[in-house]
């Protein structure tokens, strides 16, 4: 089989796949783990992998292993210690997932392959939104709804609830305007706005004025004056008004993450008075330890930090913080350039894509969207396509400045 039919499967079924008596996440993950191992073997079998690729990548792979002694012993089993028990399925998954990036980034793509997985892409956020439109009239045979006077806390698409489904929405709008296919666009920005996630609607105005911005000198220099307009506004307003501060929903998130960075600082309890603030208290350790440590102390249990980059300092410590943010600057330096986007040179499906992955990085601040296979099986596609080399049929986009 080839390769670019089992990608085609998974974008198609991963955002809508369940289980009968399971939740609507597990399921997904299972789905997008096997398929992604299933391409990658593939790969490894005819001999796709190049080696060039993210040195990022390897580096990462590398700490994982490196940063494994340093995390402090979880649990003690029949008086024999277990070493960092929960680290070892994240792991394979970050391993899995970065494989899968290298082949797509290794593959011979033709334009209407590269089209097709975006044309399946935008479709499943436009079906996903037809979802969202069902539930908020109340309409849904196959998943729970909360029975909640707040409307949108009926919206979840087939994803949970409405602060994962909505970036889940908002990543592919971008892709949607590259394809020209504005009516799906239109739907997919009134189902974010729908799902009153403040957090993915903002990544989806900021993407897509990023996006803006990239189509010549005077649309950069406005977007520009927007964004720093827009960002001031909102430090402003939440630092010296107390509407302001009502305007902003933390759902709780605020005091969580006071505690998180307050828990990666200190010193842990098993290896006192040392603390794991360089390597992190081990990958896949936020969802055992946070909410037993804190047991009653918010308004819920908090088994993810709601903040990627937050909980990737809490597990893997300011050395795999690093090394994160160097591979998605990796990932821009390769794209984006200041020289074309003045000029209007920018390779607008380029443009497109980067316009994706900023939407899901901003949402990542506010959730945990790369715990969610949907959402972290398109990342990758994205990533995939973006590390591949310019190729003869991408055509620049005409001088428009």
């Known amino acids: 089989m080839p390769i670019r039919i089992l ?22 993950m299972e789905l997008a783990l096997g398929l992604a191992l299933a391409i990658c073997l593939l790969a490894l079998f005819q001999g796709r992998f190049k080696a060039r690729w993210n040195p990022w990548f390897p580096a990462i792979l590398i700490y994982l292993m490196v940063s494994y002694p340093f995390a402090p012993p979880p649990v003690e089993l029949i008086k024999a210690n277990v070493p960092n028990l929960w680290a070892w399925k994240p792991t394979l998954a970050i391993t899995i997932f970065m494989l899968m990036i290298l082949t797509i980034s290794s593959l011979h793509l033709r334009l209407r392959d590269r089209r097709l997985m975006l044309s399946i892409m935008t479709w499943a956020g436009v079906v996903m939104s037809g979802y969202v439109f069902m539930q908020f009239f109340g309409v849904d045979q196959f998943c729970i709804q909360k029975p909640d006077w707040y409307w949108p806390n009926r919206i979840g698409g087939t994803m949970g609830n409405r602060t994962v489904v909505s970036p889940f929405i908002a990543m592919v709008i971008p892709l949607a305007i590259y394809l020209r296919r504005w009516w799906q666009a239109v739907i997919m920005f009134i189902a974010v706005a729908m799902c009153h996630g403040q957090m993915a609607v903002g990544a989806m ?17 406005v977007t520009a004056g927007v964004l720093v307009v827009m960002s001031l506004t909102l430090v402003i307003g939440y630092a010296f008004s107390e509407r ?69 300092l809490y597990e893997m410590g300011i050395i795999g913080l690093v090394l994160m943010l160097g591979a998605m600057v990796w990932v821009f330096k390769k ?67």
């Not at 105005?205 to 220099?221: D, E, I, K, Q, Y």
Request: aromatic share 14%; glycine share 8%.
């Open 7 to 28: 990608i085609y499967i998974g974008l198609a079924i991963i955002p809508f796949f369940l289980r009968a008596g399971q939740g609507t996440r597990e399921p997904k």
């Open 205 to 221: 105005v900021v993407s897509l004025l990023f996006l803006l911005g990239t189509r010549g000198r005077r649309r950069a220099m």
């Open 244 to 312: 302001g501060r009502g305007f902003i929903d933390d759902s709780g998130r605020f005091p969580a993450w006071k505690a998180t960075l307050e828990d990666w600082r200190q010193p842990s309890p098993e290896s006192a008075p040392y603390s794991h603030a360089l390597t992190g208290l081990g990958v896949g350790s936020f969802s055992y330890v946070f909410h037993q440590q804190h047991d009653g102390e918010f308004n819920k249990p908090f088994r993810h930090a709601h903040n990627e980059y937050l909980q990737v």
């Open 335 to 401: 794209n984006f350039s200041w020289r074309d986007v003045w000029y209007g040179r920018a390779n607008h499906y380029r443009m497109c894509l980067l316009a994706s992955f900023v939407c899901i990085s901003i949402s990542a601040l506010g959730a945990f969207v790369w715990q969610l296979a949907p959402n972290l099986f398109y990342t990758v596609v994205i990533l995939g396509l973006l590390h591949k080399d310019m190729e003869a049929n991408e055509v620049p986009a005409t001088p428009n400045a």
